[in-house]
């Protein structure tokens, strides 16, 4: 069926469209089991008018709505707390009985085959750990609402249904239009695009939250959240702006920085092949929507910005999979080895850092992959950041990318420097500020840019709530870099510091110096008439 002029997607049950069922859905339906039916039901009627469940107490009942029925179920319910709760203990006692006679059997019997089939599944877990749709790290819903729960607009299972972000889903029913409309198909050929890949969508999200969600759901979901975030990818383009709906593109313009914050986090995010499913009809010039949010935490543009490179093998769990490698970068740079130390600190002030002649700069590139102490000549160096314009939303962003590289990566020691980038990066900054002045230093040495967004004070406030982080390799190799500049310049990193923290009395004996010899030369002159 194509779609007409008069097409309206809120109006079709697209979970009716006739279709093959996928395997996912074969597999699904041939796992649903019957609800459990309580003892003091099991006598009801089998010729019923309509089935449902209802709980009384512990008891799970099937029922129909007919009074002498219900008069059966209440009086089941009737039966004492204490004779329900003996039974439950009795039944779990028996449940766990029966569960460590079977575990004990299936050892003594064939002690490898359980301990490989366990070892198996771990590895399937680890090995897909990179693309499943994981959950906030508790370090970071810790932080709160703002970082962690969309203000706007819901994507994937996660937040869907929330109150505060019902609205927009009428605009994700004209997203799904506009796609169909403009791929020239049909909308059941779309659709079935997406329910095919809908399984293995599933499989990757909270098996706590899917399994209660039927396909009735899922599928439209997944369809509509797809389509939603095509039409936010074309409206970062120059074609996909100017050729977009009016009033779908007046909505993105109007909610730019809402929309593009709620996509940025972790929790509201779509499987990169559902999404994938619909710019197979609807495409969208992937390297310029890479390109007009890559620079997302700047607020000034480097026009002479060397232009990157498109990794056609990288394959991204989801968006802020993929707008966080290209914003990380890629060091192609082999560091050296740096020779071994008695002792490292973990941390240093900025206060510190300049009494040894370190100085802070921001870096000429805007990927946070680069970073570390960059030494000028013999007596001097540079500790240089990626610039960073600091607001709620760049705050969110960071913070977002932070908890996918806390999730994906189970070990930064052993990972490549861009793995753990955001977290060495936040923690670097975070290093650097204890007061307000802190900040404005940073400021003034343009690593923090710009006078909107976060005051000094909210700005401190935040840096300092990201100290808990893990600590990543390039957070560690900034520190081995300062430790290998103290030891290799003792003397003249001691004399410097010496300098900095008496240079007011030094100024002053000078000034009293210079004024006594000025007297001296006076009186000598006067005497010399």
């Given at each position: ?73 209440v ?90 972000l ?31 890949v ?34 936010y ?5 120059d ?10 593109r ?119 992959v ?31 990318m932070a908890?996918?590289?806390?999730c ?26 204890d ?95």
């Open positions: 069926m194509e779609p007409d002029a008069g097409w309206v997607p809120c109006d079709i049950q697209l979970t009716n469209w006739s279709m093959q069922p996928t395997e996912f859905q074969l597999a699904h339906w041939s796992m649903a089991t019957e609800p459990e039916v309580c003892a003091c039901a099991a006598s009801l009627p089998v010729v019923v008018e309509s089935a449902g469940t209802e709980i009384y107490g512990s008891c799970l009942q099937t029922y129909v709505p007919t009074s002498s029925i219900r008069g059966q179920l009086e089941c319910a009737s039966a004492t707390q204490n004779d329900r709760i003996g039974i439950e203990i009795e039944k779990a006692a028996q449940e766990f009985q029966a569960d460590f006679h079977n575990m004990e059997t299936n050892i003594c019997s064939n002690p490898i085959h359980v301990f490989d089939k366990a070892a198996r599944e771990f590895k399937f877990d680890v090995d897909m750990m990179k693309m499943k749709m994981h959950r906030y790290p508790a370090r970071i819903r810790s932080l709160g609402e703002l970082y962690t729960v969309p203000m706007t607009v819901s994507i994937g299972p996660y937040h869907h249904g929330r109150d505060h019902k609205a927009v889903e009428k605009v994700k029913h004209v997203a799904a239009y506009h796609c169909i409309m403009e791929s020239g198909r049909s909308a059941e050929e779309v659709y079935g695009a997406v329910v095919a809908a399984g293995y969508a599933r499989s990757i999200y909270d098996r706590n939250v899917v399994d209660s969600i039927g396909d009735d759901v899922f599928l439209p979901m997944m369809f509509y959240d797809a389509c939603f975030l095509v039409q990818m074309l409206t970062c383009t074609a996909g702006l100017a050729h977009m709906d009016p009033a779908l007046s909505f993105f313009d109007a909610n730019d920085k809402d929309v593009y914050h709620d996509i940025m986090q972790l929790e509201n995010q779509l499987p990169w092949p559902v999404v994938r499913a619909v710019m197979a009809f609807r495409p969208v010039p992937l390297k310029e929507f890479v390109a007009s949010l890559r620079g997302c935490l700047q607020d000034r543009k480097d026009r002479h910005e060397k232009p990157f490179v498109m990794d056609n093998a990288f394959e991204p769990p989801h968006l802020l999979g993929l707008l966080r490698y290209y914003i990380v970068g890629r060091s192609d740079v082999k560091l050296p080895t740096l020779p071994e130390t008695e002792s490292m600190s973990f941390s240093v002030s900025a206060i510190e850092l300049a009494e040894i002649g370190i100085t802070l700069t921001a870096s000429k590139t805007t990927e946070l680069y970073m570390g102490v960059n030494k000028k000549g013999n007596l001097f160096a540079e500790l240089s950041l990626s610039p960073l314009s600091l607001d709620d939303t760049r705050a969110s962003v960071l913070l977002n908890a996918l590289e806390l994906v990566t189970p070990s930064f020691h052993d990972a490549e420097d861009e793995a753990p980038a955001v977290c060495s990066y936040l923690l670097l900054l975070g290093m650097l500020v007061r307000e002045e802190d900040v404005h230093e940073l400021r003034a040495r343009r690593v923090l840019q710009g006078g909107g967004g976060l005051t000094n004070r909210e700005a401190l406030r935040f840096l300092t709530s990201v100290q808990g982080l893990r600590l990543g390799s390039r957070y560690v190799r900034t520190m081995e870099e300062i430790e290998d500049y103290k030891v290799n310049r003792r003397t003249w990193t001691k004399l410097r510091a010496f300098v900095y923290r008496n240079v007011k009395v030094i100024v002053a004996v000078i000034s009293v110096i210079a004024a006594l010899a000025s007297i001296i030369g006076t009186i000598r002159s006067l005497k010399s008439r």
